[in-house]
């Protein structure tokens, strides 16, 4: 069976890649195959993760770069992307990317949408933002990218508690052991095959 191929644009330390690379060991990523790493960062601990699973790493730089997304969707063509997953990417896209590959972009975002998001808020300020409000829940959100950040169509979220004490690093690390990892390869297995439907 053909597989769709997954790029995979991360900025950071890149636990959900590695998610993402745990479940295509275990299966329950069956549907896709992580072929591409980018990142917008050299140093990013990503790229580690990426070259231990053998996957090919590029790094496109935002800095001083007036062709950015440019060198971005020249990548993922010339690799033949079907789909791309953002995993802590700190970037936003401009309409001229998001519409090129529309319901071919997905994106975690650490909180319930539409609650914390949009422009500014992102890591640890999403975080930081629910203990300030005082919300008891929060959680995690899957959502298809387009031209609002953070205002595509939802494809999977997941709550967690808030507990007492919690500081924001607590807090997302348990956003992202309850509910990232396991909501992001879930949505990347449903929208892959539905991609592999259409072949
Ligand atoms: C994750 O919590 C992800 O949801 C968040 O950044 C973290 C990246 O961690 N993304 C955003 O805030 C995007 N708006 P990771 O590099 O370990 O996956």
């Known amino acids: 069976m053909m ?42 601990y990503a790229l580690t993760r990426a070259q231990n699973a053998n996957i090919k790493t590029l790094v496109i730089e935002k800095k001083d770069n007036a062709n950015f997304e440019d060198d971005i969707i020249n990548a993922l063509e010339e690799n033949n992307i079907d789909l791309i997953v953002l995993a802590g990417f700190m970037c936003i896209l401009s309409e001229k ?14 909180s319930l949408i539409p609650s914390f998001c949009g422009e500014g808020f992102y890591g640890l300020r999403v975080h930081k933002a629910a203990l300030e409000y005082g919300v008891k829940v929060t959680g995690a959100t899957v959502h298809f990218v ?3 950040p953070d205002g595509g169509k939802i ?15 607590v807090l997302q690390k348990r956003v992202m052991e309850q509910a990232e990892w396991k909501i992001l390869p879930e949505a990347t297995e449903m929208v892959a095959k539905e991609i592999c439907k259409e072949w």
Do not use: C, Y
């Open 3 to 44: 597989k769709a191929k997954i790029a995979v644009l991360v900025s950071g330390g890149g636990t959900n890649l590695q998610a993402l690379i745990d479940a295509q060991k275990s299966g329950i990523i069956k549907s896709g195959e992580i072929s591409l790493v980018i990142s917008n960062k050299p140093d990013a």
């Open 146 to 148: 387009n031209e609002i």
């Open 97 to 110: 990317f998001t519409s090129r590959f529309a319901e071919r972009i997905l994106n975690v975002h650490p």
């Open 155 to 169: 494809i999977l979220q997941k709550a967690v508690e808030i507990l007492d004490g919690d500081t924001p690093e």
